[in-house]
């Protein structure tokens, strides 16, 4: 069985300066990672993924991710935040292969202060 | 284009009322997804809709939940009775599926219940 884990619940962070959310998950199969926004009152956002190749990933808002296939982790990075940038993030994995089920960790709450 | 659409966004209800949400996916997407977001947690899917058929049901409440996407467009999911318990946002997604391999999911902004 998969699962993730968001090893941080929240992170507490001033604007401008670098953050990075921690992802670690478990699979037996070869996986896709996600990696979703959450604005309040809003659905969720792909910010970015990784399917396959590089395994430095950018996404939208200046995010990217580095998946770590020995460390299972696929940590999220940004070296300057905005106040905008505060939301619930969300880490979440897939089997490659047809099934399509996604296992989502619990998110990481930023808080992005002026 | 438009996104996918929830309503309502919000709903309070006492419980052992009935109750249901409405969702319309984007335009050509053939696969919908209904899932529940408790507070503080990730989300947690409920059922899969390939077209108008329920692909993957297995953690849906069937005492009490039901769904249907009878045209293979849009879709109600229904809570009757409704418990305590049940409050929370019940999100909508929906992809364009053909094979294998990968295809984003799209959110709607989801329906917020609280029931009473």
């Known amino acids: 069985a998969q699962s993730v884990t968001q090893l941080d619940s929240q992170v507490p962070v001033f604007e401008e300066a670098p953050v990075e959310l921690r992802c670690n998950y478990s699979?037996?199969?070869?996986?896709?990672l996600f990696w979703y926004v959450q604005y309040p009152n809003q659905g969720l956002q792909l910010l970015l993924k990784?399917?396959?190749?590089s395994t430095l990933v950018k996404g939208i808002n200046g995010f990217e991710a580095e998946f770590n296939k020995s460390q299972t982790s696929f940590h999220l990075r940004k070296p300057s935040v905005h106040i905008s940038d505060t939301a619930e993030y969300f880490c979440?994995?897939?089997?490659?292969?047809?099934?399509?089920?996604?296992?989502w960790g619990l998110g990481t709450s930023l808080a992005v202060n002026p | 284009e438009a996104g996918v659409v929830q309503s309502p966004r919000y709903k309070i209800i006492e419980k052992k009322q009935p109750v249901a949400f409405w969702c319309n996916p984007i335009?050509?997407?053939?696969?919908l997804y209904w899932y529940r977001q408790n507070l503080g947690q990730g989300p947690e899917l409920l059922i899969r809709?390939?077209?108008?058929?329920?692909?993957?049901d297995s953690q849906l409440p069937k005492d009490r939940f039901s769904a249907e996407r009878l045209k293979g467009v849009d879709s109600t999911l229904k809570i009757q009775p409704a418990e305590l318990g049940d409050s929370a946002v019940y999100l909508c997604?929906?992809?364009?599926?053909?094979?294998?391999?990968?295809?984003?999911?799209?959110f709607g902004p989801g329906t917020r219940l609280t029931v009473l």
């Open positions: 979440a994995v897939r089997n490659a292969g047809n099934n399509r089920k996604l296992i």
């Open positions: 699979s037996s199969v070869s996986v896709y």
């Open positions: 990784y399917l396959s190749g």
């Open positions: 335009s050509g997407h053939n696969t």
């Open positions: 809709y390939e077209n108008e058929e329920a692909v993957d």
């Open positions: 997604a929906s992809s364009f599926e053909a094979g294998g391999g990968y295809n984003e999911q799209f």
